[in-house]
């Protein structure tokens, strides 16, 4: 009960200080919504029933965040779209990138078959010799 | 003594100004001597901005009331400490502090500019002088800190209380240092298309730069949100509020430039992506400093606020616009060295890095103008806040950690997927073994889970990889420290980096810990009056009223107990400001590595009874050691790989090349024998 009242306290904004929800403003006003919201909770209204009852008295920006409905969408809809537009975006670049790689005369790629050679090129970073105690297959 | 500081200013101006001109007419019509002396300018132009910043100190400090900007934001009763927090309390001295910390750090620039950046150094010496011209001209016209009042007053308006927080001696400069440090790689970046250099000659200055506005930029926000969450009472260290994402968006662009800038460095690829980056940077920066200063930020004075917001949005535009402008001037010979070989590399991680980081950056900026669209159109204003952020950018952080995990043990050029499941096998069951422990440890929350199961597996993967490269150097005969130590210092970048990496890891716990299982409580108690938080219990005893200077200060005395046993008294305080009707609360917090009590009083009832808030915040006390750890591994990172520096370890770094070939001998080998 009460963490879901907290919820919905995280989800309004103090109308009398801006960008604090009411869960964080210490003033009264807040002081008083929270209250409300305990009310409805236990007279059993909904979350959604409680967050309406808000924006009818204080307007839409009474909420933390704009609803996903209606224009709303507009908010949440662009960034994950965009996201996955300049995804696609890269998958292309990369491969045009990659084939105009594999036209080239390219240099060997690295041998990275095993662990092993993976220390050989932790040493190499390090500018040791290769080492010949590593093990029989590894012997140069 | 405002005088000196005004008429200093206005040369400050001039020089500024003479030092742009004269690096760009030197360099065109070949006169080293005119770039020789714009450059001496851009040097005492330190000096004469320092005498400017000190007649400003000074004027606070011999309260000099004539002066309307020391009237404005300090008074006699307020402590004399916080002097210098009264600097940049407002716009003028802030203008001041970024023009001077801008004069500082071009002289360094320029100063150590390498060989490979000398060519084009006039350029870029004269795009960061025409930045300072334009701070130094608003301040000159429209916002001058040494103006003066009609006559004398006998006592000033005060600092806002809030800023009266020892947070606040560092956090401000550090965050505007870092915002107008992003100039620095930009310039180097700009100034070399503009000398026609399109090749690597800027990557070496412009990442060192980056690198370094880039940790000022991060420890400028985690103290912000150590400040945040010490005074302003509510329990919380980020709100996602337009002041915020204003420092956030440039710290997310340069991290994918710092980051994209290690792939031309080592592979020359990415050219045009990379300056296409830093101007992104820098106008996110620019964009940060206008909603800091003079942007639609309510501020108590009303003093040419509104012009200031269009000057700097202008000058905005034309910092985002210009270098884009020559950028598609340039485009044909911006062509790369080399070109991607395979999806499976650093490269490649480092591209899917930038899309995460930009597309974080992106979101953020959707949420400051979201709020504007729906006005143009709809004529209804909303609030976009933290549940947007939280649920839009919260899956893309941790995308970003799983790369984070990933990322660094794929090998340049073309990586295989055997070897990457052979590195990843052992970090992979290592986190395993943690995610079954927090599930039998009765964690559920599948956001948590998901979180710490990522941050295990990355901090496996930098352990693991640390030990083994111990372990090798401890066959070539070292100790296990030392083995450790020269590990570090052969690829500083690198190994910086994953110190850094670490400390995200540390910064995430703390965030996921303290949003999912914070808990809150508000109870008013009389005094002997007890009451439950968590695991802890809180006797509540009594509370002083001390009138002092400006402020009465209420101190509240509660005992902490868990099952049972007395664990320590603490001292929450309230203050309450008569000139400003407002209160500031000073939480007492027990904190813990396991997680913190957080206790602020928010009122004192007629009877005695005082409100109490308090939170329990598991694992915040990790956000707060993730600071120095990232200041380390900056400074890893950052730290000049020179040989004359490197006597300690002799010749164990190979020297630098584009990449070392298997197969080839190493010619650094003979040494170690």
Not at chain 1, 35 to 60: P, S
Not at chain 2, 12 to 18: D, F, K, P, R
Not at chain 2, 364 to 374: A, D, R
Request: include cysteine; proline fraction near 6%; charged fraction near 15%.
């Amino acid at each position: 009960m009460e963490e879901r009242a907290q919820s919905i306290d995280k989800s309004l904004i103090c109308p009398v200080c801006p960008g604090e929800t009411i869960d964080q403003a210490q003033v009264e006003l807040a002081k008083q919504m929270r209250g409300v919201v305990r009310e409805k909770l236990a007279e059993g209204r909904t979350r959604d029933e409680i967050l309406d009852f808000f924006v009818e008295r204080y307007g839409e920006d009474v909420l933390a965040a704009p609803p996903k409905e209606g224009f709303g969408l507009l908010a949440w809809g662009v960034p994950p779209s965009a996201v996955l537009a300049a995804a696609v975006l890269l998958f292309f670049v990369v491969r045009s990138m990659r084939r105009a790689g594999q036209t080239r005369v390219e240099e060997p790629p690295l041998n990275e078959s095993d662990l092993e050679s993976y220390l050989v090129l932790v040493d190499q970073e390090l500018g040791l010799p290769p080492e010949e105690s590593r093990g029989p297959e590894k012997g140069e | 003594m405002a005088d000196l500081g005004s008429i200093s200013l206005i040369i400050a101006l001039a020089l500024a100004a003479y030092s742009a001109v004269g690096s760009v007419l030197g360099k065109a019509r070949n006169v080293p001597a005119l770039v020789e002396s714009a450059r001496y300018a851009t040097y005492v132009l330190v000096m004469v901005l320092a005498i400017s910043v000190a007649s400003l100190v000074g004027a606070f400090l011999s309260h000099d009331f004539h002066v309307a900007y020391v009237f404005e934001h300090s008074n006699l009763a307020m402590d004399r400490v916080y002097t210098w927090v009264a600097f940049y309390s407002g716009n003028e001295g802030s203008l001041l502090f970024i023009a001077f910390a801008l004069s500082v750090l071009t002289a360094l620039a320029v100063l150590w500019a390498p060989q490979s950046a000398r060519d084009s150094l006039p350029y870029t010496n004269a795009v960061l002088m025409v930045i300072l011209t334009f701070f130094l001209a608003v301040m000159a016209s429209m916002a001058n800190p040494f103006e003066k009042l009609p006559f004398p007053q006998a006592d000033g308006l005060g600092m806002n209380p809030l800023l009266t927080h020892p947070g606040m001696f560092i956090h401000p400069p550090v965050m505007m240092a870092g915002l107008i440090g992003v100039s620095l790689p930009f310039a180097f970046a700009f100034g070399s298309l503009l000398a026609g250099k399109t090749g690597d000659e800027w990557v070496d200055p412009g990442r060192t730069w980056g690198i370094i506005s880039w940790a000022l930029l991060g420890s400028g926000l985690l103290l912000g949100g150590w400040w945040a969450y010490t005074i302003l009472g509510w329990g919380g260290y980020w709100a996602w509020d337009p002041v915020e994402n204003a420092g956030f968006m440039p710290f997310v662009g340069l991290t994918a430039f710092i980051h994209s800038i290690m792939v031309q460095k080592r592979r020359g690829m990415f050219r045009m992506w990379n300056i296409v980056l830093i101007n992104v940077a820098f106008g996110l920066a620019l964009y940060g400093m206008f909603m800091n200063r003079g942007g639609p930020v309510p501020s108590i004075h009303s003093f040419g606020a509104s012009t200031l917001g269009w000057v700097f949005l202008m000058f905005t535009g034309v910092g985002v616009l210009v270098p884009f402008t020559l950028f598609f001037l340039r485009y044909g010979t911006l062509k790369s060295a080399r070109t991607l070989e395979s999806s499976l590399s650093r490269e490649a991680a480092f591209l899917l890095n930038n899309l995460l980081l930009l597309g974080i950056a992106f979101v953020t900026l959707w949420g400051v103008v979201y709020p504007l669209i729906s006005e143009l159109i709809r004529g209804t204003t909303v609030t976009v806040g933290q549940p947007f952020y939280n649920q839009v950018n919260g899956p893309m952080l941790l995308a970003l950690i799983f790369l984070m995990g990933i990322g660094p043990l794929l090998p340049w050029r073309k990586g295989s997927w055997t070897t990457l499941g052979k590195m990843l096998l052992i970090p992979g069951l290592v986190s395993v073994v943690v995610l079954v422990t927090l599930v039998a440890l009765d964690v559920r929350k599948p956001y948590a889970l998901a979180s710490f199961w990522l941050c295990s597996l990355v901090a496996a993967g930098i352990l693991l990889e640390w030990a083994r490269g111990t372990r090798s150097r401890h066959r070539q005969g070292d100790n296990y420290a030392m083995g450790f130590l020269r590990l570090i210092a052969a690829n500083r970048p690198r190994y910086g980096g994953y110190i850094v990496h670490l400390a995200i890891v540390l910064l995430a716990l703390g965030v996921v810990g303290s949003s999912f299982y914070g808990t809150q409580r508000d109870v008013f108690m009389a005094p002997g009056e007890r009451a439950q938080v968590g695991d802890y219990e809180i006797e509540y005893l009594s509370t002083t009223a001390t009138p002092k200077g400006d402020r009465i200060e209420f101190v509240s005395t509660v005992n902490v107990y868990r099952d049972g046993t007395f664990l320590e008294a603490l001292t929450p305080q309230r203050a309450f400001y008569p000139d400003f009707q407002m209160a500031s609360t000073r939480a007492a917090i027990r904190s813990t590595p396991v997680e913190d009590l957080y206790i602020i009083p928010s009122e004192t009832l007629e009877d005695g009874s005082v409100g109490f808030r308090f939170f329990v915040n598991p694992l915040v006390w990790w956000m707060w050691i993730a600071g120095p750890v990232f200041i380390l591994g900056t400074l890893v990172a950052l730290w000049p790989q020179r040989r004359p520096a490197l006597a300690s370890i002799r010749e164990c770094v190979p020297p630098v090349r584009a990449y070392p070939m298997p197969g080839t001998p190493d010619e650094a080998g003979e040494t170690e024998s």
